[in-house]
């Protein structure tokens, strides 16, 4: 595992919110979706959870070696369930459902544009599908996509794991024009921007 790819979506998502001021709430989890923290005064509010797995709770599959004569080597691909969950609501009428729709379609859009730009190989954006709200009151309303993206589980043992794991945000915000960091430099955190 040369990097945890998850992560590096989310991170990526993350920071194009940032750099674009997009006012949406990005929490990552199994237990935010219950959750509905970021209600305020203005209009809308947007909230997003990346959650690991998919609606199973199945982690993923794990499918056979690629990638020969690598170092380290390759001992599998998993490929990584995830969902992305998308609540939004319309204060201005909570129950019309009209408003409700277009606020939730409006955050999909925003959340589809992140993903499909984050620049991660082999990242697939699968079935979408309506939360079902209490239709008696409605409270916005939900937008679930599943996700899944392949990567390689390399022949690291757990500490060389846990230093990776350590650097992905590092790894995550590589300057324009560096691809990649170097095994070494990452195993002796000696990475550094190239000029």
Request: aromatic residues 8%; contains cysteine; negative net charge.
């Amino acid at each position: 595992m040369k990097d945890l790819v998850l992560l590096r979506i989310f991170d990526s998502v993350a920071k194009r919110f940032e750099e674009e001021r997009t006012d949406v709430s990005l929490v990552f989890g199994w237990r935010e979706p219950q959750q509905q923290g970021n209600q305020n005064d203005a209009t809308r509010a947007y909230r997003v959870c990346f959650i690991p797995g998919n609606a199973a709770d199945s982690v993923g599959t794990v499918g056979p070696a690629m990638y020969p004569g690598q170092n380290p080597s390759c001992l599998g691909i998993l490929t990584e369930q995830f969902r992305v969950r998308m609540w939004a609501i319309d204060n201005t009428d909570h129950n019309n459902e009209r408003l409700q729709y277009q606020a939730a379609m409006v955050l999909f859009h925003v959340v589809f544009r992140a993903l499909t730009l984050c620049d991660v190989p082999n990242l697939l954006i699968g079935m979408a599908t309506w939360i079902e709200p209490d239709r008696e009151r409605l409270f916005g309303q939900e937008i679930e996509i599943a996700c899944s993206v392949n990567h390689a589980l390399f022949d690291n043992p757990i500490e060389e794991v846990l230093l990776l794991s350590a650097h992905i945000d590092m790894i995550a915000e590589l300057p324009s024009g560096k691809e990649h960091i170097d095994r070494h430099e990452i195993m002796t955190g000696n990475a550094k921007d190239e000029d």
